[in-house]
């Protein structure tokens, strides 16, 4: 993976490959940005003139290479776009992340690059160290040999330059960054991992280990434990695979923790659709539907790593939903963990099931909130696009707080109602609840499916990251094709407020 690290030498000084500067539209034309100064003395003044020539805006997502001038010992110059220009000369985090990213893209194959970028203070170093990081993820784990060989190495290593010597902050910055996105990228792995390498148990066995290597508590129901324990909704959807699917709940604590939190993730490792079978052209990136339990498994690791005072206990309910002879028929009624029956009407609605099971046993746990994360429904999509996520919650001042930290680190996010009468839709003749209601509206009729089996008085919020949680487009800012990592930074940063005893619900 590229390495980071703090610079206290001149942008122009530094002995690298490339070195990265950034700009930005101006009233009248394209500026500079901090950190450019000595590089755009060592072009007399006229670095702009020279990118403006070349047609360069400076808008947001711009990369322009040039030869580098005498005076400055990198071979190349890479002029990144910050959008607009900042009247202080301090960015937002997130402009710092996606200019951050767009270079490190562009830099695959580089050994080395000075990023001159502005570093106003530690939350700037952060973001940059971020971005930079998160473009520059590559996946091949499944390319043959030559593939890989021909492939483009991700730049081996970034030094952010004009650092302040003995500058705690910058490193501890540097280092949280470095956590965020290592974690982020384990879950953009999982996500793009295909559904024959990755099903309920070799996520289970993955979890294990990595809990194992983190100092993690982690237990594993197999098909038989959840038998036992009557967890129909988890049992009903993975009833249909020759593969079985598995709860595993991995624990972090911290002896001088306040409060804790629990994460819940859908981990539908492939989703056919089950017997309400997927129309064609829609089971292609359904290895995707796990991307709920991947974040939340990685925000409970970077929780460990980070040493965060909470405990966050993460539920992973793992099913493949497939079609066959054994799987659950539209009409048939399951018994959920908890003793609630739902009468099963579409089998293509299968994230709720198994994330209601995981929301009462975590309930029984008495956790100060809940948060799940799903790639629930297409129809949040429809609502909201591909990039931003819905959050619902059975309490107002709990979905501000999430939408606070989403919009903190710079997950795009928006708060959506969970309207009660959408609830009688679905109502069933046989069970105590149908797991589909109307078509209009069911992004939300999803929420309040959900919000039936959580534990009355705590505080919970249900996470639709079904829009961007895997990217089909080209590439932009950090976020690559293929899975995101959505969610994990909204996840840390609640744990961080829990951390500091700020949780509001």
Known sequence: ???????????????????????????????????????????????????????????????????????????????????????????PAEALRRAAGVAARALQGTKKAAFALPLADADAVEAVTLGALLGAYAFTAFRGDEAKAAAKAPVAEVALVGAKRADKAGKAAVER???LAEEINRTRDLVNTPPNDLFPKSFADLVTAVGKEHGLKVEVLDEKALTKGGYGGILGVGVGSQR??????????????????????????????????????????????????????????AASRLGLQVNVTGWLALAENMPSGSATRPGDVLKMYGGKTVEVLNTDAEGRLVLADAIVRAGEENPDAIV???????????????????????QD???????????????????????????????SPTADLANVGDRMGGGLAAGLFLQEFV????????????????????PFGYTPKGGTGTAVRTLVRL???AAEGALKA
Request: aromatic share 4%; hydrophobic share 45%; with cysteine.
């Open 244 to 301: 079985p699917p598995r709860l595993v709940r991995v624990a972090y604590t911290h002896p001088k923790a306040k409060q804790t939190l629990a994460f819940i993730g859908k981990g539908i490792t492939y989703d056919s659709g089950g017997i309400s079978l997927k129309p064609a052209g829609h089971n292609e990136t359904m290895k995707c539907d796990m991307a709920g339990a991947g974040a939340v498994f990685a925000s409970v690791v």
């Open 1 to 91: 993976m590229t390495s980071v690290s703090l610079s206290t030498s001149a942008a122009n000084a530094l002995r690298a490959d490339t070195v990265v500067v950034a700009v930005a539209k101006g009233p009248k034309g394209l500026v500079p940005a901090p950190g450019a100064e000595t590089v755009d003395e060592a072009f007399d003044g006229k670095l702009t003139d020279v990118l403006a020539t070349l047609g360069a805006t400076g808008a947001e997502g711009e990369a322009v290479k040039l030869p580098a001038p005498a005076g400055v010992k990198a071979a190349l110059v890479l002029a990144v776009g910050l959008g607009d220009a900042a009247d202080n000369g301090v960015y």
């Open 372 to 394: 799940d994360v799903a790639t629930l429904t297409g129809a949040m999509v429809v609502a909201l696009g591909p990039r931003l996520y819905g959050i619902m919650s059975n």
């Open 495 to 497: 744990a961080e407020t």
């Open 177 to 179: 960054g470095t956590v």
């Open 455 to 474: 534990t009355e008085g705590t505080p919970w919020a249900h996470l639709d990251i079904a829009g961007p949680a895997f990217h089909e487009g080209a």
């Open 397 to 427: 001042g709990f979905r501000e707080t999430v939408h606070a930290a989403a919009t903190a680190t710079g997950e795009p996010a928006w708060q959506m109602p969970l309207p009660a009468e959408l609830l009688k839709a679905m109502e």
